[in-house]
């Protein structure tokens, strides 16, 4: 069973950062993209970043609103991927989830299509 589980979500500031982390189990990470969705209340879900190893090379999304602050990394020994988040915002209040699809489907379809397995979430919360 694929488990994807988040952590590092919790309240900060407007302009402050936090570091989300997804653990992966139950999949061979290195076949797999993860990416990161977000879900703002009244809002629709919202895919701002993911992580794919494809090919031999690495390559990384980012939606619009995001660029120049948040970066995805990953760590393979230890099957995690962190978001790290900088100059948040309050539109930024979310509950972010993590998420994994096959490396090739990502590489092809939008990560809305691509993502086949969901986590929980964990709620980020920018205060103003």
């Known amino acids: 069973e694929v488990q994807l589980v988040e952590s590092g979500g919790g309240l900060v500031q407007a302009g402050g950062s936090l570091r989300l982390s997804c653990t992966a189990s139950?999949?061979?990470?290195?076949?797999?993209?993860i990416g990161w969705f977000r879900q703002a209340p009244g809002k629709e879900r919202e895919g701002i970043s993911d992580?794919?190893?494809?090919?031999?090379?690495?390559?990384?999304y980012y939606v619009d609103s995001v660029k120049g602050r948040f970066t995805i990394s990953s760590e393979n020994a230890r099957s995690t991927v962190y978001l790290h988040m900088n100059g948040l915002k309050t539109e930024g209040t979310a509950v972010y989830y993590c998420?994994?699809?096959?490396?090739?489907?990502?590489?092809?379809?939008?990560?809305?299509?691509?993502?086949?397995?969901w986590g929980k979430g964990t709620l980020v919360v920018v205060s103003s």
């Open positions: 992580i794919n190893n494809s090919g031999g090379h690495t390559y990384r």
């Open positions: 998420t994994a699809g096959p490396s090739a489907l990502v590489a092809e379809t939008p990560m809305d299509y691509a993502m086949l397995h």
């Open positions: 139950g999949l061979s990470f290195g076949d797999y993209a």
